[in-house]
Antibody, heavy 122, light 107 residues
Framework: EVQLVQSGAEVKKPGESLKISCKGS????????IGWVRQMPGKGLEWMGI????????RYSPSFQGQVTISADKSISTAYLQWSSLKASDTAMYYC???????????????WGQGTMVTVSS | EIVLTQSPATLSLSPGERATLSCRAS??????LAWYQQKPGQAPRLLIY???NRATGIPARFSGSGSGTDFTLTISSLEPEDFAVYYC?????????FGQGTRLEIK
């Protein structure tokens, strides 16, 4: 079964760092882009960025460039999303997702992780 | 960047009725438009990609049409499980952003 399994919920304080993960299984992890999508409480979907685990080619939405870092470790089929200094406004559900086709760059995500809720509060 | 505007913001219909949801792009996206469904507490589910291609396992009552700047998601006869929020997404221009969503609610 093709699936993405994300790390568990996190509660952090402003200024702290954080790295959440997304582990792929059931397919060739290095052949598909993996994207990250933010959903703030009660709001819509926001496209953050993507990575190609095969060569670590990474692209960001301008809105998130410099705010987060996306990485991957292909040896353990895992992608990451990290923050160096969290803000209260980073409170959201974060999803990783894989597109329907190897050629789909950050689009038409048909496999989704279960989401990781990040809460940032003092 | 291309802005996707979905309408209406909320659509109130009854089971068995036909639903028509719209997604308009600020400039042409050719046929590079996808539709997703999201239910409360769940990850989104891909319904349609490249305007009219149904994703694996998606029932035939869901169909997509359009090209250029105007796109439509049609649900031919609403089932109780179809009441959810629907999003469109484009891949013609970078970044491949989402629309703001349409909430389909039970009347």
């Amino acid at each position: 079964e093709v699936q993405l399994v994300q790390s568990g919920a996190e509660v952090k304080k402003p200024g702290e760092s954080l790295k959440i993960s997304c582990k792929g299984s059931g397919y060739s992890f290095t052949s598909y882009w993996i994207g990250w999508v933010r959903q703030m409480p009660g709001k819509g979907l926001e496209w953050m960025g993507i990575i190609y685990p095969g060569d670590s080619d990474t692209r960001y939405s301008p809105s998130f460039q410099g705010q987060v870092t996306i990485s991957a470790d292909k040896s353990i089929s895992t992608a990451y999303l990290q923050w160096s200094s969290l803000k209260a406004s980073d409170t959201a559900m974060y999803y990783c997702a894989r597109p329907v086709d190897t050629a789909m760059v950050g689009y038409a995500f048909d496999i989704w992780g279960q989401g990781t809720m990040v809460t940032v509060s003092s | 960047e291309i802005v996707l505007t979905q309408s209406p913001a909320t659509l109130s219909l009854s089971p068995g009725e036909r639903a028509t949801l719209s997604c308009r792009a600020s400039q042409s996206v050719s046929s590079y438009l996808a539709w997703y469904q999201q239910k409360p507490g769940q990850a989104p589910r891909l319904l349609i990609y490249d305007a009219s291609n149904r994703a694996t396992g998606i029932p035939a009552r869901f169909s997509g049409s359009g090209s250029g700047t105007d796109f439509t998601l049609t649900i031919s006869s609403l089932e109780p499980e179809d009441f959810a929020v629907y999003y469109c997404q484009q891949r013609s221009n970078w970044p491949p952003l989402f629309g703001q969503g349409t909430r389909l609610e039970i009347k």
